[in-house]
């Protein structure tokens, strides 16, 4: 079995530090927390699971925090969470059975990281991140902004998830902040930075720029491939936001060069030609949705509903616009499969089930006359 040091950076996390500390404490077998400035009673809190705090001069580096909580490891492998983590139950169960056959050696594991959710608790967006590494292998984060560790060495994807249970309000200002911050210092972003850059920009509605540097991105055949096709998404997004619609759904379609489609980009084209009324070619776009699968191992976004829920519940309401309401019945029935208790979903089965009546209805009339 092996032995697992977790590693944490936190500030003002009276919320929920014991709330994922208790999800993990026995799981790990040291405890690493590194406060990096709260005025609350984060500390205190800590103190009750470990006595290995330590603090770290904020410096709006993320990567610089993480790496020196890193060297206070001593197991191991090093867990890494955020305060606002947790393993659920089934993933604790799962977890445990990972530290007691993991392999030596394996370096990374790549483990799930559920961050949205519907209103039922479903997962709608996750992906996958370095979560376990050897202690060994020396990994350092990289980046002052969504930091990152460059996969090497053996990898093993594991379906263990994380799940991020938010709970105080979100600094929206922080991240194009620290970007900012480092190019008036001088400081060149890499790709990975340009390109969250590029949706800090977005998210903020300053598209023109945004867009610049999302078509450098697109031009750099040395950016990885899932960020270029995400690239792809939030440039059409931009696109639309302008009132540029055929400009956006070129956007969506130039993903198809780097990769076979995405479920998410069928489903955006499919939404395109919805609001066209072009009925037809939506339901072509959200048919070939339902025909992709996600891709783990490639590492990109996933959001869950592209490949089930969301074309079908959209099939519905484009055979039901064109006239065809056996069929977008048959769709709305397969959209249940996948969120049975879904307002829109039940919405659409009374829907039809007060036509079906009014039909019946005419023909009885019909027959009478």
């Known amino acids: 079995m092996i032995e697992i040091s977790l590693c944490m950076i936190v500030k003002d996390e009276e919320k929920t530090l014991a709330r994922c500390l208790d999800s993990v404490k026995d799981l790990v077998d040291e405890i690493i927390i590194v406060d990096t400035g709260s005025v609350d009673r984060t500390i205190e809190i800590a103190k009750q699971y470990t006595d290995q705090i330590f603090s770290f001069p904020w410096?709006?580096?993320?990567?610089?925090?993480?790496?020196?909580?890193?060297?206070?490891?001593?197991?191991?492998?090093?867990?890494?969470?955020?305060?606002?983590?947790?393993?659920?139950?089934?993933?604790?169960?799962?977890?445990?059975?990972?530290?007691?056959?993991?392999?030596s050696d394996v370096s990374m594991v790549m483990m799930r990281y559920n961050v949205a959710f519907d209103a039922t608790g479903k997962c709608t967006f996750y992906y996958y991140r370095e979560r376990?590494?050897?202690?060994?292998?020396?990994?350092r984060w990289e980046?002052?902004?969504?930091?990152?560790?460059?996969?090497?060495?053996?990898?093993?994807?594991?379906?263990?998830?994380?799940?991020h249970q938010k709970v105080k309000a979100y600094d929206?200002?922080?991240?194009?902040?620290?970007?900012?911050?480092?190019?008036?210092?001088?400081?060149?972003?890499?790709?990975r930075q340009s390109y969250y850059y590029a949706r800090e920009l977005r998210d903020h509605?300053?598209?023109?720029k945004a867009e610049q540097i999302l078509y450098k991105i697109l031009d750099d055949d040395n950016t990885w491939v899932e960020n270029r096709i995400d690239a792809c998404r939030v440039l059409a997004d931009c696109l639309?936001?302008?009132?540029?619609?055929?400009?956006?759904?070129?956007?969506?379609?130039?993903?198809?060069?780097?990769?076979?489609?995405?479920a998410e980009i069928c489903c955006e084209i499919g939404n395109y030609f919805l609001k066209k009324q072009k009925y037809t070619i939506s339901i072509y776009w959200y048919e070939q949705a339902l025909k992709q699968r996600p891709n783990p191992i490639k590492g990109g976004f996933c959001e869950p509903d592209c490949y089930g829920y969301l074309p079908c519940i959209q099939l519905c309401v484009c055979?039901?616009?064109?006239?065809?309401?056996?069929?977008?019945?048959?769709?709305?029935?397969?959209?249940a499969q996948w969120k049975p208790a879904n307002p829109s979903v039940l919405y659409n089965r009374n829907y039809f089930h007060e036509m079906l009546s009014k039909q019946t209805a005419a023909v009885k009339e019909a027959k009478h006359d």
Not at 173 to 182: D, S
Not at 319 to 335: C, H, S, T, V, W
């Open 59 to 103: 410096i709006d580096d993320f990567a610089a925090a993480r790496n020196f909580s890193f060297l206070k490891a001593t197991k191991e492998y090093i867990l890494w969470l955020d305060a606002d983590d947790v393993l659920l139950e089934k993933d604790r169960a799962a977890f445990r059975t990972l530290k007691e056959t993991l392999s």
């Open 132 to 139: 376990l590494l050897r202690r060994d292998k020396n990994y």
């Open 143 to 163: 980046g002052a902004i969504h930091e990152v560790i460059p996969p090497s060495g053996v990898i093993q994807y594991v379906e263990i998830a994380v799940t």
């Open 172 to 191: 929206s200002e922080r991240n194009i902040r620290i970007f900012e911050k480092m190019i008036a210092d001088g400081r060149i972003l890499d790709r």
């Open 205 to 208: 509605g300053r598209y023109w």
């Open 240 to 262: 639309f936001h302008e009132g540029k619609d055929k400009d956006a759904l070129l956007a969506l379609v130039r993903s198809f060069q780097y990769d076979i489609p995405r």
């Open 319 to 335: 055979y039901d616009r064109i006239g065809d309401f056996k069929k977008a019945q048959e769709y709305n029935e397969k959209a």
